[in-house]
């Protein structure tokens, strides 16, 4: 999530922009797949965590279930300090009793040393316990961490916010998005019995610990490391089903007993959401695990299954219009982007944090669609015209592979600004959401490169966009369209420029009822002759800039 717009940052200095970041080894371990962690496969997260509002303190364990693939004996277990690992625990299934192993600690990585080498296939168990005090967050969810926060009647009010800085800030975790548990994930939480503690999925068991509440929450599809989220807090809820693509989906709603009555309100609008998002991209991926929407201490984040809110309960982004069109206030903002990663982030996750321009650009452009489905074509045009206003171009969308490291704030408004490019110069809705739904469906429950998605979408839509992807995701130069009108002649005369070598996007649009086709190439003006009677220049170009992301340009 972690919403990008242009009010919430400072104008990066021209020394910053132009400068190199430098890369610890820290950043390699963990944004690199190493001989430490290629070899096994995690299927399987059991996280039990017993947290201390009062000293913001956690206590806890993990259960790694993993496969081996390739012959190692070296573990890496990510946990960012100043959490302690006290002990870890290898077993099989062969084993009567797990043994302990040593381990080296690193900052924020720990190196276990097995004797002998697990055989290729096998399957085992690493049980890892830990304490300590979690980094705190500060501003979540942009700055990650543990919430410690009090509800509106002094109730302690509990969660964490971890994308980007990963997991392993609360728990050992193997934190890389390339490796989600094939098999799902178990959270325990041990909370004091005047608390309700939510997680995702669906809940499998309660009991009393003494003077505690155990709940135990278990989602059985794949899922995103800093997807799961514990929720803790005086929360009431209710359910209702969704007639959906493949039956019925069970609806569970969680808010804090005091905004009870102003949430039932706001939340109707998620039968309305999964409708136009089942339109335009195809089932709800994770049916078995049910839909949640949970009242946060922050704006709002992806957790799969388990939607945090925190918008307030308005329209907008916490009551704003970020297009300023006037459409962005007819909906809640959290609602329905947070909802849409469900499809792009969850469902689709990307290898590498440098390609999430897939999770963010499509879960912005959800927006337009949600706009595009309610109000038509030309709301969602207006929308997604609107947003353009916050892209910086300050650098590239697509960041450095194999160090943990995001690219621009960009691969939100311009991302979705690229989609609603492509999606017209395709010039064919029904072909587009076929793409959109295939996408869903043939990368369902699956981790992909940014290649992948490229390739996918050019290979159904029948056209080569590689340099139209180059263009937005791997530069900042945004394609002026030069040109030049003939009034007397009729003729106009156009072609690209700031563009990259063999830039090659398609324009048709439809003017004043009339069908145009411009396929400009870079540097070399082309010629088309207008026919049309009443034909306004002004007005054809204003045309072309609400359905392309191009600069325009008169020549003189």
């Known amino acids: 999530m972690k919403i990008w717009t242009s009010f919430l940052f400072i104008t990066l200095t021209s020394f910053a922009l132009h400068s190199q970041p430098v890369f610890t080894l820290q950043d390699t371990l963990r944004g690199s797949l190493n001989e430490n962690r290629d070899w096994f496969d995690i299927q399987r997260y059991d996280i039990n965590v017993t947290p201390s509002f009062t000293t913001k303190s956690i206590t806890g364990h993990v259960n790694w279930t993993a496969t081996v693939v390739k012959a190692s004996h070296a573990i890496q277990i990510d946990l960012q300090q100043p959490l302690i690992i006290d002990s870890v625990v290898y077993a099989t ?42 980094r705190e967050a500060i501003r979540p969810p942009w700055d990650g961490g543990w919430i410690w926060k009090k509800d509106g009647n002094g109730k302690p009010w509990m969660s964490v916010a971890c994308q980007g800085i990963g997991a392993s800030i609360w728990y050992p975790c193997k934190d890389h998005q390339s490796d989600e548990p094939d098999h799902g994930a178990s959270l325990t939480m041990n909370v004091p019995d005047t608390l309700f503690a939510v997680a995702n999925g669906r809940m499998i068991k309660k009991q009393r610990l003494n003077n505690l509440m155990s709940y135990t929450w278990e989602v059985n599809n794949p899922i995103n490391n800093y997807n799961i989220i514990p929720y803790i807090g005086d929360y009431v809820g209710w359910s209702e089903k969704y007639p959906g693509l493949k039956g019925d989906l069970d609806l569970h709603y969680w808010v804090l007993r005091q905004d009870s009555s102003k949430a039932r309100s706001q939340f109707v609008q998620v039968p309305q959401m999964l409708k ?100 038509g074509v030309e709301a969602g045009n ?50 587009f959401r076929l793409i959109i739904i295939g996408l869903n469906k043939t990368f369902y429950h699956k981790t992909v490169t940014t290649q992948d998605i490229e390739n996918y979408i050019s290979t159904q839509a029948g056209f080569n966009y590689k340099k139209i992807y180059d263009q937005y995701l791997r530069t900042t130069q945004i394609p002026t369209l030069s040109y030049q009108y003939d009034a007397k002649e009729k003729i106009l005369t156009y072609q690209w420029k700031n563009c990259i070598v063999g830039f090659n996007l398609s324009m048709p649009l439809t003017y004043n009822g009339k069908k145009y086709q411009l396929n400009p ?36």
């Open 93 to 134: 299934a062969a084993m009567k009793k797990g043994i302990s192993l040593s381990f080296t600690r690193n900052l924020n990585v720990a190196m276990v040393e097995m004797k002998d080498k697990p055989a290729i296939n096998s399957s085992f168990n690493l049980i890892i316990y830990f304490h300590g005090t979690p």
């Open 521 to 556: 190439i870079d540097y070399i003006p082309q010629k088309k002759l207008i026919t049309q009677d009443n034909f306004d220049i002004n007005e054809f170009i204003k045309t072309i800039n609400r359905l392309f992301y191009v600069n325009t340009v008169v020549e003189n």
């Open 276 to 375: 136009a998002f089942e339109y335009w991209m195809g089932p709800y991926p994770f049916y078995e695990d049910g839909y949640q929407l949970v009242q946060s201490p922050h704006l709002g984040m992806e957790h799969q299954s388990a939607v945090a809110y925190g918008n307030k309960f308005m329209n907008g982004y916490l009551g704003q219009d970020l297009s300023g069109s006037g459409w962005g206030k007819k909906w809640d903002f959290i609602i329905v982007h947070e909802s849409g990663h469900e499809w792009f982030a969850n469902n689709i996750t990307t290898q590498d944090i440098a390609d999430m321009w897939v999770h963010e650009g499509f879960t912005n452009y959800s927006e337009t669609l949600m706009t595009d489905y309610y109000f």
């Open 382 to 431: 207006d929308y997604n015209f609107g947003i353009r206003k916050n892209i910086r171009n300050d650098k590239t969308i697509i960041a450095h592979y194999g160090v943990n490291e995001e690219g621009s704030g960009d691969m939100y408004d311009k991302g979705s600004n690229m989609i609603h490019t492509i999606r017209h110069s395709i010039n064919n809705d029904s072909l």
